[in-house]
């Protein structure tokens, strides 16, 4: 059993920057891969960035490449979510998941989810 619990959401000004992170709990967090997910007011969970167990390998939606990093620190168990150059858009519930093995795109295929933070993005 995998817990996870998010932190680092607000309210922020378009351009400014973030820095979500997700504490994950259990003794073999380098084996799940982790991924954000979002989902904005009235639209559909969307995939954001996901990395591998060892943080090798990453991916990004179009939506946010150039402007968010994911990355993961094993020894505290943690995946963050640097958030820069915010736009009005990127106003979600920003959400953290793991599944064992490695990072896909579907949100479906992962067994573990975090309560969610909320982002605002202000004109």
């Known amino acids: 059993q995998v817990q996870l619990v998010e932190s680092g959401g607000g309210l922020v000004q378009a351009g400014g920057s973030l820095r979500l992170s997700c504490a994950a709990s259990?003794?073999?967090?380098?084996?799940?891969?982790m991924a954000w997910f979002r989902q904005a007011p009235g639209k559909e969970r969307e995939f954001a960035a996901g990395?591998?167990?060892?943080?090798?390998?990453?991916y990004y939606a179009d939506s946010v490449k150039g402007r968010f990093t994911i990355s993961r620190d094993n020894a505290k168990n943690t995946v963050y979510l640097q958030m820069n150059s915010l736009k009005l858009e990127d106003t979600a519930v920003y959400y953290c998941?793991?599944?064992?093995?490695?990072?896909?795109?579907?949100?479906?295929?992962?067994?573990?989810w975090g309560q969610g933070t909320q982002v605002t993005v202000s004109s």
């Open positions: 990395i591998s167990g060892s943080g090798g390998s990453t």
């Open positions: 259990g003794r073999t967090f380098s084996m799940y891969g």
């Open positions: 998941a793991a599944r064992f093995g490695n990072f896909v795109l579907g949100g479906r295929s992962y067994d573990y």
